[in-house]
């Protein structure tokens, strides 16, 4: 019989986010009441994809039906796919990034990447630190206990990004990402990072929009622009918000 190798990728994905939710669930929490204090302060939360396909969540976040209207994000063509593959090994850049974007003490930032490991990532992790920004992590340990110090990806510092903070919150990512091994195939397929770091980010919207409510704060969410008066009633978040944030 045929293997199916399609619903063993949905089940290993439905089983590893399922894993974030009962592993994570506290954190999420934590991560979540740092982020609506913010809010509530009128601050926004800036978001870093700090390389590779981690950039999606820069986006996946922005202006997003059903996300929140004051995520800023933080978007640098270097170390973005479509660019330089191997931007995110470039040192030196992260301290014009948070200078152009303004990122400084108080701030909250999530920094997402799947690896924790690379120059930009880590060199992100200690500008933080050294300006008082509040970092929520997004990432994976695997890689980190994987690769070796000297690992030519790495950071100089060796320094690894879920070590370094009070807030992070893991993804399970394996060494690797794809989830599948195919009978033929040397290489492992299907990748797994993606979904991970959507379902942290897009449940840390979830909620923070339910301690904003339950405190009687309307929280700052975007509607469609594709529905009736949807576009209306984001008006009002844009008044608020663009004159803050360079892509809205």
């Known amino acids: 019989m045929k293997r199916d190798y399609v619903k063993q990728y949905l089940e290993t994905i439905t089983s590893n986010l399922q894993k974030i939710l009962d592993e994570q669930r506290g954190m999420i929490s934590k991560c979540a009441k740092v982020i609506a204090d913010r809010i509530e302060e009128d601050g926004l939360i800036y978001v870093f994809g700090s390389g590779g396909h981690s950039n999606m969540m820069a986006e996946e976040m922005f202006h997003r039906a059903g996300g929140l209207a004051c ?59 050294k300006r008082g920004v509040k970092v929520i992590a997004v990432t994976s340990t695997e890689y980190a206990e994987r690769l070796p110090k000297d690992f030519p990806g790495r950071h100089a510092s060796g320094k690894n990004l879920h070590d370094m903070f009070e807030h992070v919150l893991l993804t ?29 980010c897009n449940s840390l919207v979830v909620e923070v929009s339910a301690l904003l409510a339950e405190k009687g704060i309307e929280p700052p969410v975007i509607n469609s622009i594709n529905v009736v008066e949807g576009m209306t009633k984001n008006q009002k978040l844009y008044d608020r918000y663009r004159p803050r944030i360079m892509w809205l």
């Not at 290489?187 to 993606?194: D, E, K, P, Q």
């Open 172 to 200: 399970y990512v394996p060494y690797g990402d794809a989830i599948i091994k195919m009978e033929g195939v040397e290489s492992g397929i299907g990748s797994y990072s993606t979904y991970a770091n959507a379902f942290i």
């Open 71 to 129: 995520i800023s994000p933080v978007f640098v063509d270097s170390i973005r796919i479509p660019h330089v593959p191997l931007g995110e090994r470039s040192p030196g850049i992260v301290p014009y990034v948070f200078d152009h974007y303004k990122i400084g003490k108080g701030d909250v930032l999530i920094l997402v990447n799947a690896y924790g490991i690379n120059p930009v990532t880590i060199e992100s992790a200690l500008e933080a630190q």
